[in-house]
C-alpha cells in the first residue's frame, strides 16, 4: 500500500557507532521531514526537505546528517551515535508544504544508543 | 514563540461517555491547526485539520474539533467513545508559509468497559 516506509523498526547501537535511518515515500510527495519523539516532549523536527537537493534544518539537528537525492528516499544518518539519540524516529511526507495538507508518517524507528 | 500547551497528560473516560482533549497555541499569525492519533507501535494519523472558515471542523472516527480564537485554542472532542479510540492524541499548529510544525507534548487516552 502507498505510504511512507522506514527501516529498521528497531535498532541498538552502541555509542559512537553510526547508522543510516531509511525512508521510502512512494506517494510523489515534494516534502519530506524527520521528527524524533521523545516521552513527554512531542515531536521535534530534525531536519525538512521541499524537494530532491534541497534539505534545511529544523529544531534540533545536532548530531545529524540527510540528503535527498531522489523525490522518493529520506535518508537520515547518524554519526557518533550518543545516548541523547535514544528517541523514536518517525519520517514524515506531505504532497506540499505541510501546513495546507497535513502529513502521512511512517511507523518509526525506536532507536536505543548504549 | 510558538507552542503548543496539552494540559492533560493522561485522560481515563468510559466506553460510551462523552470526550474532550484540551490543546491551546501560542502563535503570532493565524494558525494552522491539526489533531493527530497515534496508536501504540504506530505513526501519527491525522484526525483532522483546521485552516479558515467555520471554525467546527469534523475529522475522521467521528472526532471533531472547534478553533477558538479568543482562547487560542483548538479542543478535540467526540460524543461517544470506543475502545478503539484508546491511543496517544496530538495537538499540532503550523505557519501559513514555512515548514515549522510544533507539537504538543500529546494526551493518553485510556478507554474503560
Known amino acids: 500500500n502507498a505510504g511512507v516506509t522506514q527501516t529498521p523498526k528497531f535498532r541498538i547501537l552502541k555509542i559512537g557507532q553510526s547508522m543510516t535511518l531509511q525512508c521510502a515515500q512512494d506517494m510523489n510527495h515534494n516534502y519530506m521531514y524527520w521528527y524524533r519523539q521523545d516521552p513527554g516532549m512531542g515531536l521535534k523536527l530534525i531536519y525538512y526537505?521541499?524537494?530532491?537537493?534541497?534539505?534545511d534544518k529544523g529544531e534540533v539537528p545536532n548530531g545529524y546528517n540527510v540528503s535527498r537525492s531522489t523525490t522518493e528516499d529520506f535518508p537520515l544518518r547518524l554519526e557518533l551515535a550518543a545516548p541523547s539519540q535514544t528517541s523514536v524516529y518517525f519520517c514524515?511526507?506531505?504532497?506540499?508544504?505541510?501546513?495546507?495538507?497535513?502529513?502521512?508518517f511512517g511507523s518509526g524507528t525506536r532507536l536505543t544508543v548504549v | 514563540a510558538q507552542s503548543v500547551t496539552q494540559p492533560d497528560i493522561h485522560i481515563t473516560v468510559s466506553e460510551g461517555a462523552s470526550l474532550e482533549l484540551r490543546c491551546n497555541y501560542s502563535?503570532?499569525?493565524?494558525?494552522?491547526l491539526f489533531w493527530y492519533v497515534q496508536s501504540p507501535g504506530q505513526g501519527l494519523q491525522l484526525l483532522l485539520k483546521?485552516?479558515?472558515?467555520?471554525?467546527l471542523v469534523q475529522g475522521i472516527k467521528g472526532f471533531e474539533a472547534e478553533f477558538k480564537r479568543s482562547q487560542s485554542s483548538f479542543n478535540l472532542r467526540k460524543p461517544s467513545v470506543h475502545w478503539s479510540d484508546a491511543a496517544e492524541y496530538f495537538c499540532a499548529v503550523g505557519p501559513n508559509t514555512g515548514n515549522q510544525f510544533y507539537f504538543g507534548t500529546g494526551t493518553s487516552l485510556t478507554v474503560i468497559p
Open positions: 502563535y503570532g499569525a493565524t494558525p494552522y
Open positions: 483546521y485552516f479558515s472558515g467555520d471554525t
Open positions: 514524515a511526507s506531505s504532497y506540499l508544504s505541510g501546513q495546507g495538507y497535513g502529513y502521512t
Open positions: 526537505s521541499v524537494g530532491a537537493g534541497i534539505t
